[in-house]
């Protein structure tokens, strides 16, 4: 990076509109959060009048307490846990050896089954044969089906990928020769050496599998067994949708709106107690398929 | 010598044996393989399905052939036309209306000194991304709510009248994209700063002595350095201009705002998934995905005509 | 323990490309074996076909007397030190170590004690629990061996273990190398570009051009009697001075012409190689140049153009004719720049060498086991 320069008078004013600027945007990026937070903590009648726009209005949590109450929200944020946390580990278990193979040059038949699987990336059969699929494999309204059907996409293979390929090949013949196999060497050379990659993966599929709401609402049609996102849906979208043309309701220490809030913050505090550590990753840079050494 | 043995000679292994040498690598890469198989190209198979008449009694390998039927059908659909135009439309504005917004962001970024303040504006930027569409959605939804959200109560505080944003068509693709900007933009970011980082930081201090303005090297030095990073990406934006994102699009759209709102992906669901007309659907996957490998393909002799280095 | 290492007709082909071209090779047991050559030229390439690294197109390479083509290498019973140490970086330098022995179903007590003596033997065990990414160079190079020993391999393999260092560690680690194979008698292949590092190490040198052998010999054998002009230029530092001349017979007496002001009575001896030849090229060592005349030298005229100095000598740069050559002058002598010089070349120690096939035609090459 560059030692700070000096700058002209002109200069020191541009920094100055710019911190300012950039001030602004970063406040509007968090304000819609703190909004719904500040929403969620105030009183019903303070959130369906309207008077909530930055931090709470006559202080409660009842609106919480209401939410946490609900044993189908609790039910839908285990699910997502589940989801999240196998479909992750399912997605690694299937990527790492993969990726493995394809970055070996003596893997016959490499560059057909590379383009086999990237080719997916251009070309897919769409919504409808891909759940029509699913239908014939029995996996409609299935936990498992929601964790293997997503399990993998070509962008992680091929990411991973690169990263195993730009691993000096000597650490390969090194353990070669010291007698491991290639299943030892995956295990016990190139995951360590790996970390970063495979953090990265994981994080994506994380995140993919906390956030996706489409296949799950698509798919599962059994209450418990929908994950956080699709209960959201269904009560924070659909009942808003409606309910707003209808008008409020009745006296109780929260409103709808409260409600929405409390159940938004409630499902986004993972992600916020997660996100300090991802961030840092992207603060830096990408270092998406980054060579070490 | 004869003939067998040199041919033996010039093939270092055959076939077999490598993969016996090997069969751990291809034990390993069998499993997704499979995956590929079965979750990718087996419903390639199934897109039969959008030419033929579906029946869920016959399955579909029981379903007669009718050609291009349905495919004729969509085609004479005003209401496929309309989802044709929407993701067009949609394509179009956030072309121009939110892939800048990354790079002047990025710009803006670059510019800090310092290290705290630029990991904050960082940290805050790229947070929104992390939020799923559901919960965008119900701050969109809660915000724009016509009795008490934000937004109308500010409208009508300016003396203005309270409007119902969310049921009027001619608001949907302003609401679509704008919360768009807001939870992609600053991710989006990361990949023009990336490019930025890479910028020899000698150019900076020569044209310093040569006494530019921070404004003329941005304009001079910072965005020519980065014109391939943003050429490439445009082009991958407009192969991808089929793909709007219509998760998020279901969640926001309503009957009455359809008529902007529906995509050809939405389109798809409520005929496909939703009304169990599985073959019409299909045809119109066939088309939009048919549609979009050509995009795909065209961007991508485009962008190795550009940097000659293709996307792929 | 030491094993005897030899290929029979290696022939290594990449694609259509042959690298290693119809090699043979005996090591003996015990043997310290340098392998040097231009780069490009194979010799890592043979190095990992003895490794099992990469596998022979043709022939048959043996370990022990036993045919070990279709043998992985661990089985081989090497071990190999690679140019960038290849250390697992999240292994500390205790597991570095221990990482083959672990992979094998060896008792902790047997592996603690096999690294404890590598450890010993190399001084690394006040080094044990760091990470690679906390030694210097040296101290990763030291590891890297350290790996290589533990195994207790009947042969060593070595891919320019020391080009990574600098100068001065690269001498204090040849030593150590040096004394680590006195010590325990392993048979070692070692690939290197530094034809000092190949002198003062080998027992025999292999020299390789191309994928084929150019000549094998022991140090001196390569220093006196080059078989090419190729391995003359290879072995020495600075090389031998070749330049092109014209054989030139009248009578009784042949001598060589180079240049137009310039020509050199040959020994007698040389007669009978020389008749018919015509265009060859002239070799002489630059410490077989002298500035004062000895016995049996014949003067040459030149212009000087450079003087090094190096301290204890310096390097004269002459021009005779159109050619430049290289004369080491011992001790202080005094040299003017661009003044005209008298060189006395030693004839019995010139060498001549074809100018198409680089052969050495004179002095009549030695036939060497
Ligand atoms: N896996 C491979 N595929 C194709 N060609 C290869 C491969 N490995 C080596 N080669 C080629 O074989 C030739 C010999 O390579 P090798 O590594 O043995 O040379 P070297 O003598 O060790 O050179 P250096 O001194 O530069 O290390 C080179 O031309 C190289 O390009
Ligand atoms: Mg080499």
Redesign the interface.
Known sequence: ??S??I??V??RW??RV??I???I??????Y??V??TS?SMSSGEA????QV?LWPVEWTLAAHQHVVKNSLFWISYANTFFYTVTGTLTSLA??I??A???S?A???GRRV?GF???F??????????????LR??DLLDSRWGIV??F??N?FN?ILMRNFFESV?P??E????????????I?W??YI??A?PAIATVALLCA?AR?????WSM?LLKTEDKIPL?VF??KT??EV??TE??A??ISQQPYSL?TI??A??VL??IP?LIV??MI?KY??K??TLGGI?? | MSAARQSSILKDSS?LQ??RR?W???A??L???I??A???????A??Q?AFKQYSVFKG?QGSPWVGFDHFVTLFQSDFFWRAILNTLMISFYSLVLASPVPII?AL??N???STG?R??????????H??????V???V???L??????V??ALEALGLDRT?F?TRPEWFRTIYIGSSI?KEA??DS??Y??AI?GIN?AL??SA?IDGA???QMITRITLPSILPTIAVLFVIRLGNVLEVGY?YI??LY?PTTYDTADVI?TY??RV??QGAR?DI??AA??F??VV??IL??VANKLSRHFTRTGV? | MAANVSLRNVVKRFGQTIVVNDVDLDIRAGEFLVLVGPSGCGKSTTL?LV???EQVSSGTISIDGREVNNL???DRG???V???Y?L????SVRDNIS??LR??SMKRADIAAAVARAAAILELEPLLDRQPAELSGGQRQRVAMG?AIV?NPAVFLFDEPLSNLDAKLRTQMRVEIKRLHARLGNTVMYVTHDQLEAMTLADRIVVMRNGIIEQIGSPEQLFDSPASAFVAAFIGSPPMNLIPCTVEQSGDATSVRLGADNQLCLPLAARAALIGAGELLFGARPEDIHLQPRESTQPLSGVVELVEPLGGESLVHVRIGGELIVVRAEGRQRVQSDGPIKLHVDTGRIYLFGRKDDRCVYPAPQVVA
């Open positions: 990076m560059m700070r320069p700058y002209s002109g200069d541009f920094g710019n911190a600027l950039l001030t945007f970063a406040l509007c990026a968090l819609p959060i909004y719904v929403l959130g369906s009048s309207g726009w299937l990527v050896p993969a493995y193979a394809l070996k003596r893997l016959r089954i086999f699987i990237a997916t990336m251009w070309f897919h059969a769409g919504m409808i044969p891909f759940y029509l699929n014939d494999l293997i059907a399990a993998l070509a293979v000096s000597t650490f013949e090194a353990a070669r020769i010291d007698g491991a196999n290639d299943f030892q995956l016990k050379v360590p050496l970390k995140i906390w956030n996706g709401y489409f698509v996102q959201l849906k924070v979208i808003n949708i707003s043309v008008g409020a709106e929405t809030g159940i938004i499902s986004i992600v996100y300090p961030q992207f603060t840079g990408v070490k050494e | 076939l490598d993969i090997d751990m690598l291809y390993m890469l499993p997704a393989v995956w590929f079965v979750f990718m190209y087996q419903p390639m199934g897109l399905i579909m962001l803006m970024i510019e800090v000194q303040f990991k904050t504006v960082q940290t805050a930027v790229y947070l929104p992390f939020v799923s569409f559901v919960i959605a119900g701050i939804i809660a915000l709510s016509p009795g008490n959200g934000l109308n109560n119902y969310l807001w600053g991710f990361i990949i700063l990336a980082m930081p900076y201090e310093q303005t921070r404004w998760e279901i969640l309503q992906s798809i669901y496909g998934i599985y659907a299909a996957g066939v939009n995905a979009a490998l795909v393909l792929f | 990992r490794a099992g690294l992985a290498p661990k090497v071990a190999m690679f140019q960038n290849a697992y970086p999240h292994l990482f083959g992979l094998s790996r195994r």
